[in-house]
């Protein structure tokens, strides 16, 4: 049974995280689906802006289900679930799709570290952020020592890796990590979407790649999509297609 539900509603597509039960906690099976969701999100064009929110009202996201991991070897913690949870939860970062995090209540460990892959946050007032890893024997696998570092000052993320310490929905707001804090942050997260919506969104496709290639965000794959973006409107790409098929030297106009 589904627990990562994909909703397309025109423009806006929302990713329901609905495992309330166990805090919302990811599984494997979990990791997958949302892997599938990236993917149908990619082959959607008419989606413009993707929501991402929790279920329930104790947990965003508690992070990774420690039944999932906890038995697993040391090979298989580290090859099928750090670097499979790293690789798809970089697929959700690096959608071309402008993304929103509605946060409603704490966002632990995985659940932050997902949180950070979207890319703007509205957040609860009492929810809070936290790394918690370290009571558990482990440390943050899913991007919590890296991607959070570039949206978090280094000493925050040392409170909640190695001290334990949380950060309240007003200091996180503080230090520009959530847009916005409001009591109904799913409210306020469809209202920025909705405004967007009226907004090109190969425009906002291209501004992403812009901002994810500036700060290392999957750098050389979006200089290459750039390139592949402005090359393929040239009427030379036309021509070189064209002369191909029709199995002739091709005549670059050079425009």
Known sequence: M???????????????????AKLNALTIEML?????????LERSPQVGVVILSGEGDRAFCAGADIKAWGAL???EFARNWVREGH???????????????AIQAPAMGGGLELAACADIRVMAPMATLALPE????????????????RLLPEP?????????????ADKAWSLGFVAEVAENPLAVALAIAERATTASTRAHEVAKYQIHASVGEDRAALIEALGGGMIGATNDRAEGVAS???????????T
């Open 2 to 20: 589904s627990a990562i539900h994909l909703e397309l509603e025109g423009k806006i597509a929302r990713i329901r995280i609905d495992n309330p």
């Open 32 to 40: 997958e689906q949302l892997e599938a969701a990236c993917s149908t």
């Open 73 to 75: 070897s040391p090979t």
């Open 87 to 101: 690789r798809i939860f970089d697929r959700f970062a690096r959608l071309s799709i402008p993304t929103i995090a």
């Open 134 to 149: 370290a009571q558990v024997g482990i440390v943050p696998g899913w991007g919590g020592n890296t991607r959070l570092l």
């Open 156 to 168: 925050i993320v040392k409170e909640m890796a190695l001290f334990g310490r949380k950060v309240t």
């Open 244 to 254: 191909f098929k029709e199995k002739r030297k091709p005549d670059f106009p050079g």
